[in-house]
């Protein structure tokens, strides 16, 4: 099948770490990435991997991925109320016409 | 730079009315275009691809179509809504040939009343 799954829902300190999970398919995805969707907006490329890549840190953000268990994971150091949204998972298929597999997304909601 | 143009931001629209729904992309040629629908607190299905002007693909079927008029105009479309046809719409784009991720526009918050 094509489906990318994540947790519906994470709750956080403010100044703690999240992480937010997801798991993929197709092991012959080529990137993975991590979109943000903040209240009534669209969505936001946040970063991604490259799959011969197993981790990838840009500045608050840490991606993860496992190829063997088909794990990605998005680590989000000191939380702020700001980074509280949606978080979309998606993989891409190779061939075709650049196709996206998102997942149903993880709302992450960080209290003081 | 590229952008993406997307609009109306809300609409309200009655059963069995018409829709159109806009998108237009700036500063890259022939690029993918994409239709998707977020319904309220739910995941993203794609409605619509496109590859090029007049290439469009269906993912689901549905009330709606899409046409590709121009090189960088997308545009959604419905001749009678229905209840169902209510939620969050997107399009978005990205370069063609290569894989990479997609930029979407902002957005436009349907609601069918």
């Known amino acids: 099948g094509e489906d990318v799954e994540q947790s519906l829902f994470l709750s956080v300190r403010e100044g703690d770490s999240s992480v937010i999970n997801c798991t993929y398919t197709d092991s012959s995805s080529t990137y993975l990435y991590w979109y943000k969707q903040e209240p009534g907006a669209g969505l936001q490329l946040l970063t991604y991997?490259?799959?011969?890549?197993d981790m990838k840190q840009d500045q608050r953000l840490t991606v993860l991925l496992n190829k063997k268990d088909k794990h990605l994971s998005l680590r989000i150091a000191d939380t702020q109320t700001g980074d509280s949204a949606i978080y979309f998972c998606a993989e891409s298929k190779p061939g075709g016409y650049n196709k996206l597999i998102f997942g149903a997304g993880t709302r992450l909601a960080v209290h003081p | 730079s590229q952008t993406i143009h997307q609009w109306p931001a809300t609409l309200v629209q009655p059963v069995g009315s018409p829709l159109s729904l806009e998108c237009t992309v700036e500063?890259?040629?022939?690029?993918?275009l994409y239709w998707y629908r977020q319904a309220a607190g739910r995941g993203l299905q794609l409605l619509f691809y496109s590859v090029g002007i007049g290439q469009i693909s269906s993912e689901v079927p549905q009330n709606l179509s899409a046409s590709r008029p121009q090189d960088r105009q997308f545009i959604l479309s419905s001749k009678k809504l229905l209840l169902s046809d209510s939620g969050f719409y997107l399009c978005?784009?990205?370069?063609?040939?290569?894989?990479?991720?997609?930029?979407f526009g902002s957005g436009t918050r349907l609601t069918v009343v």
């Open positions: 991997i490259f799959s011969n890549m």
């Open positions: 978005a784009w990205s370069p063609s040939g290569i894989a990479g991720g997609y930029t």
């Open positions: 500063g890259t040629s022939n690029p993918n």
